[in-house]
């Protein structure tokens, strides 16, 4: 199985984990797109937005010596996108509605976004 193969198997994994998941989007570091699942949505455009809040979020828990960044969010009166660190190459973007069950997201992408990071290196 090719590393995109992997990589997309962990989408589909999370998709079927967390029900009320919109889109999912795994980016490189710098902002392209490696892997996907989504509606409607420009996958290049969320990589590189999902990119830019990787950078942001990591400079400022370096700023605050807070430790190693881990995640980030946006929320909207429609709906979140959560922003997972995934390990030094690699980005995981996870998109819900409003009404989505935040505790179960949170869950389950962490552990795809770990199982990520180990197949980007």
């Known amino acids: 199985m090719t590393r995109q193969e992997e990589i997309q198997a962990l989408i589909d994994k999370l998709r079927s984990l967390v029900p009320d998941i919109i889109g999912v989007l795994v980016g490189s570091s710098d902002g392209l797109a490696i892997a996907q699942s ?26 605050l010596n807070a430790g190693t960044f881990s995640e980030t969010s946006v929320t909207g009166s429609e709906g979140q ?39 980007l290196g």
């Open 81 to 119: 996108i959560f922003v997972y660190n995934a390990g030094t190459k690699g980005v995981l973007a996870v998109m819900v509605g409003k009404n989505a069950n935040i505790g179960l997201v949170h869950l389950e992408a962490r552990d795809i976004a770990k199982a990520i990071a180990g197949v």
């Open 38 to 63: 989504l509606s409607n949505i420009d996958g290049n455009r969320v990589a590189a937005m999902a990119a830019t809040a990787l950078g942001l979020g990591r400079r400022i828990v370096e700023s």
